[in-house]
């Protein structure tokens, strides 16, 4: 065995070289992106990028409820520690590749696949930018090791929406022209840009920002070639411009079926103050109608625009592939408007069965586009309205929009605080407010709707009541017309009743008026609405920690942290940033000891995984640089100063089991070890009076806290 294993050595060294050298089965810069087959490979990745087909179709806002609302909606998010929409993963694969790119000699190819990169960056930063405003922009690979990690702040969401233009505009001159429903071309690069653009010009003007009519004249012009094109609607395949597909051969499924037709999976219902916004065939609003208020489902369904019935389900609705028909389950929707848009036929309810594929980019979204830039501007014509808005009323039956008489005379409903739009004023009032009419319908249920409350500023909506279907009072109500009762109301005595559904009044259905009314849900939610903070999303702790407040926290949302600013020999800020340091620290670190206050600051740790723990430290980019030895010490020069309130931490931490003081004698066992310390001077801290003993504390792996404690000092939030 000896001999075996002294051989073994010595093979070892004599083969250092080829040890060096890259695993022939892993990618590598020099062996990859030479041909299209890999820089295609490599790409396909950003596609799961794209918004998850229950994100999709999912969506609620103010314009569907279900039985769990958002935070969001509610008004009850606090900041996290982490989130799913500040991952950096995929920006780091798409900027390792234009890095590399270079290594494909083909120019046309190398072109079109760093086109195809710059598209996913300007869709990862545009997302990126509705949640937080200013973010960081990076567009070269950043390794372990990079200061830039850990020192790099936010940069302005103008510098960052410039970038994003720019990766589009290049993405629009070297994508394919030819038409992909499932894979980026210049076309989709051209929606996106309309979307990017419409959504920053407007939030810029409805938020009090400048340059705001720069962005919404690209999103006019930018447009006009897209329209050029797709302007007809005539076919399905032009309509489309990406979708997100689905097949069950390759187990790519979803659960839309499921989700609309369930009465376990949420219980989705189209809102009432929507259902009110669709406009009879002739054009006028349905809010004018007289006795609109009392309306019921089957009266109200009487010509209207045709998106109405191909939203929700309404007299004469037929599920696909069947013969009978089908009225509104109430069981199914919260709101008894229950949504159609989505669902195949019956075969497919069983769950995360659907196969469908869903929209990712419409023609219909950039023809609305278009004309709500051209309206803010405040340059819309009627001819473009007949170019952008009159195909899509003619394919729901619907008379054409007029400039002149929307303008002149604002609908009520879409102006009024409690139903509508209360931030739009100017000349063009009547107008826009007519194309979000026609935004809201076109596009519900296609993730559209919360950004669109966003950038309007209109969040306030969200604190409206909720409500549903119209009904007069308790009885048997046909909520379709085919002579049989579909639900059944009571109170008092339980009737005797066919219906499938049946609710006790004011214990299982609760109406807007106590006896009669409109449905109304989520009665016992508090929902609130703060428009000094709730626009963006707050920043996740970690990183804020981890780049020590180089990443900067959204107005109004408070962490609870508080960066001192680095001093040199300015012992409270050394100790903070090293308290905060044990949590970034690798699992296999099991001992630890920070020592606050003597001559040296000192982290002793177990023997082992002292290569990982050396590069955690080097990391965090502690000043003066540390020096870990073979032994795991982290040694700092001598520092002074230190603040009474973080000398008495160490109390509280223990109060909470996360420690224990090093009080008294000067000698103590470190935690876990078997060793003592030495505290090593009973001279007082500068300023306190106190001996440098008694802030000594000791710390263990085990100990440590595994959820942030909030609205604390920042020594108990890194420790």
């Known amino acids: 065995l000896y001999r075996l294993t002294g051989g073994a050595a010595c093979g070892l060294c004599s083969c250092e070289d080829a040890l060096d050298r890259y695993p022939k089965d892993r990618l590598t810069p020099d062996n990859f992106f030479h041909t299209e087959e890999e820089c295609q490979l490599y790409t396909n990745d950003f596609y799961t990028m794209f918004p998850s087909a229950g994100t999709i179709y999912g969506e609620t806002a103010d314009i569907i409820a279900k039985t769990t609302l958002t935070s969001e909606v509610l008004g009850n998010r606090t900041v996290p520690a982490t989130a799913g929409s500040w991952k950096w993963e995929k920006l780091r694969d798409i900027n390792f590749f234009l890095q590399y790119s270079s290594n494909c000699a083909d120019e046309h190819v190398r072109l079109e696949y760093e086109g195809v990169a710059r598209f ?34 936010r940069d302005p969401r103008e510098m960052v929406m410039q970038k994003v233009i720019e990766d589009l505009d290049f993405a629009v001159t070297n994508l394919p022209v030819e038409r992909s429903v499932y894979r980026v071309t210049r076309w989709a690069a051209l929606a996106l840009k309309s979307r990017v653009c419409l959504f920053e010009g407007t939030f810029r003007k409805y938020h009090g920002l400048k340059d705001w009519e720069s962005y919404l004249t690209a999103c006019a012009t930018g447009t006009t070639p897209y329209l050029n094109r797709f302007s007809s609607l ?7 411009v990406l979708a997100r597909a689905y097949n069950t051969a390759i187990g790519l499924k979803h659960d839309v079926n499921g989700y609309l037709t369930s009465i376990t999976m949420g219980r989705p219902g189209l809102l009432k103050n929507i259902a009110n916004m669709y406009l009879m065939k002739d054009g006028t609003p349905f809010t004018s109608q007289p006795g609109w208020e ?66 990712l980019l419409r023609a219909a979204e950039v023809m609305l586009n278009y004309a709500e830039a051209k309206a803010e501007l405040g340059t819309l014509t009627q001819e473009d309205i007949d170019l952008a808005i009159k195909p899509l009323r003619d ?27 209360a931030n739009v004023t100017g000349d063009n009032k009547g107008v826009i407010l007519e194309i979000r009419r026609e935004r809201t319908i076109e ?53 005797a009743t066919s219906a499938p559904a049946v609710y006790e009044l004011n214990k299982e259905i609760f109406l807007s008026g106590g006896d009669s009314g409109y449905i109304i849900i989520h009665t016992d939610y508090a929902r609130s609405w703060n428009e000094e903070r709730d626009y963006l999303y707050p920043v996740p702790t970690d990183d804020r920690v981890l780049t020590q407040g180089a990443i900067t926290q959204n107005p109004g949302w408070n962490d ?48 082992h995984d002292l290569r990982r723990t050396r590069q955690s430290l080097r990391r965090t980019g502690l000043r003066p640089p540390a020096q870990l030895g073979a032994a795991g010490d982290l040694q700092h020069p001598p520092l002074r100063g230190m603040d009474p309130e973080l000398r008495d931490r160490p109390r509280e931490l223990q109060q909470h089991g996360q420690g224990h003081l090093a009080d008294g004698p000067r000698r103590d066992r470190v935690a876990g070890t078997g060793q003592e310390h030495h505290v090593a001077s009973d001279r007082p801290v500068a300023g306190t009076g106190r001996p440098h003993g008694d802030a000594a504390l000791l710390l263990q792996d085990d100990q440590l806290p595994r959820r942030r404690l909030r609205h604390r000092h920042p020594l108990q939030d890194g420790a």
């Open 395 to 421: 394919r729901a039956g619907v008379a054409n929009l007029s400039l002149t008489k929307a303008n002149a005379s604002p609908d009520p409903y879409l102006a009024s605080p409690e139903t509508g739009y």
């Open 560 to 607: 609870g942290l508080n960066f001192y600013p680095e001093k040199k020999n300015d012992y409270e800020n050394q100790a903070i940033h090293t308290a905060r340091l044990l949590r970034l620290l690798p699992g296999a670190v099991r001992g630890g000891l920070l020592r606050a206050g003597g001559r040296q600051l000192r982290l002793r740790f177990r023997g």
């Open 443 to 495: 596009l519900l249920m296609e993730n559209l709707r919360y950004w669109d409350i966003m950038r309007w500023k209109e969040g306030k909506r969200f604190e409206k009541p909720f409500t549903g279907l119209y009904f007069p009072g308790t009885g048997s109500y046909d909520l379709n017309n085919d002579g049989v009762d579909d639900v059944c109301i009571w109170s008092g005595s339980k009737p």
């Open 120 to 153: 996913f960056r300007a869709w990862f930063y545009f997302e990126k930018v509705k949640h937080y405003g200013d973010v960081p922009w990076v567009d070269r690979p950043i390794d372990a090791g990079d200061p830039l990690l850990f020192e790099k702040g």
């Open 294 to 359: 009392t309306m019921q489902l089957p009266e109200e369904s009487k010509n209207r625009d045709g998106r109405f019935a191909q939203t929700v389900r309404t007299p004469g609705y037929k599920r696909i592939d069947d013969t009978a028909l089908s009225a509104p389950n109430l069981a199914a929707t919260m709101t008894g408007y229950q949504l159609v848009k989505y669902p195949q036929s019956a075969k497919y309810d069983s769950y995360n069965a659907s196969t469908n594929d869903l929209p």
């Open 234 to 240: 005539k076919a399905l395949d032009t309509e489309i």
